[in-house]
């Protein structure tokens, strides 16, 4: 690789462990913000509103909805997509201090990855699911019934709760 003005080229091998990290926080973000956003509110379903249908009040839209992430079950909006990864292009020619060249190398290198990315996310995420249901199921017997109510609301409304 040609070397920048700001130095030399990161190397290939650095950049393709960037984007891998990036994608892994994000599929794991996103499966944080489906447990802590979408899931248990008494039917294992997400509430109405979160998968595109008619929303209820305070609802921010979800998956398939405006402004919302695409849910386990659900891919993104194309245009989300596309905004998300610019967005990381723009941040990775940033942080990594890019050449024009590797700016549009890794413009193209993240669309044609994506779709791996989410055929992954959806085959993990019942087993994820099955996991911390599994740990909810075990804090309810060791609680009692005041602590099962807590630990349920602090489940809905707790960031990083199972």
Not at 6 to 22: D, F, H, Q
Not at 113 to 137: C, E, I, K, V, Y
């Amino acid at each position: 690789m040609e070397p920048t003005s700001t130095g030399a080229a990161p190397s290939r091998g650095l950049v393709i462990a960037v984007l891998a990290a990036i994608f892994l926080g994000g599929i794991l973000g996103g499966i944080a913000v489906d447990r802590t956003l979408l899931r248990d509110r008494g039917d294992h379903r997400p509430p109405r509103g979160m998968m595109g249908g008619p929303g209820v009040p305070g609802d921010l839209g979800g998956p398939g909805g405006p402004g919302g992430p695409g849910g386990p079950d659900r891919p993104m909006d194309p245009e989300r997509r596309a905004e998300m990864q610019k967005h990381m292009v723009e941040r990775l020619a940033r942080e990594l201090h890019l050449s024009d060249d590797q700016k549009a190398k890794v413009a193209e290198m993240i669309p044609r990855h994506m779709a791996a990315f989410d055929s992954l996310r959806q085959s993990m995420a019942p087993q994820l699911r099955g996991l911390l249901d599994t740990l909810n199921a075990d804090m309810e017997r060791v609680l009692t019934p005041e602590q099962v109510d807590q630990w349920r609301k602090m489940r809905r409304h707790g960031p990083g709760m199972p």
